[in-house]
């Protein structure tokens, strides 16, 4: 009882914070080769305590000396996953994306392009931005601030096109970008059916709160990737 008189609300919500953050951690680095990197440095540090323990001097002097090494080693590895859990913090969900009418009527114009481009078993992949920022894959493509219409998507992704390799990202209801390279993503947990136009789009969801359509060249299907949730073989007449 003198116990649990000695634990005061903020030692409480500190450890639901605490509990909270590893939890959140966790979950994006599941399946991650992240993931495996933390068990090897959670065996690493189990040698140590056992080093200590064992009075083994020469193991302790060594994980010691790199353990320094191993912090820096840490930072670098995981930049994707670092990077992808910032952008989830930096998230605004409060004002919802293409509320406006205008709006609307791009997503029905990229609705449309994607069911045309399926039945005629054209290849693409567009993007449709949100809160996190898309300017660092914006300035590597080829900047177009055209008004989004499913002409304009036919044409850019017309195998004649001499951009209709990439991606095409949509800020609003204007296409910012076309023929823009997006990250591949390194989960092994996805299907080795999907070629590089699917791991590039699945990538980019990994690391921000973009939409993805992505249609298939070889099946003609359609494909949706929001905050790595995947969904196959979208009908998007309903």
Known sequence: MEL?????????????LVTTILYRVLLIIKGTKAAQMLI?????????????????????????SLWAQIVLAVIILFQP???????HVGEARFLPSFASAEGMRSIEEVVRASIALASRQIGALIVIEKET?????????????????????????????PIHDG????????????????????????????????????????????????????????TTAIGSRIKKNVDMGT
Not at 43 to 54: D, E, I, R
Not at 81 to 87: M, N, P, Q, S, V
Not at 136 to 150: N, S, Y
């Open 4 to 16: 649990i008189k000695l634990i005061r609300w903020q030692d409480i919500l500190d450890i639901l």
């Open 40 to 64: 090897g440095i959670g065996v690493l540090f189990v040698a140590l305590l056992f080093s200590k323990y064992l009075g083994l001097y020469t193991i302790d002097w060594i994980i010691q």
């Open 81 to 87: 996953e670092i990077r992808k859990t910032l952008a």
């Open 133 to 161: 920022s898309l300017n660092d894959f914006i300035e590597m493509g080829t900047q177009l601030d055209a008004k989004v219409t499913h002409e304009l998507l036919l044409s850019i992704f017309h195998p004649t096109s």
């Open 167 to 222: 991606a095409v990202i949509i800020r609003g209801n204007r296409v910012v970008a076309a023929g823009c390279f997006l990250p591949l993503t390194l989960s092994i947990d996805i299907s080795k059916a999907f070629g590089t136009r699917h791991r590039a789009g699945i990538g980019l969801t990994e690391e921000t709160d973009s939409v993805v359509i992505i249609v298939s060249e070889e099946t003609g299907s359609i």
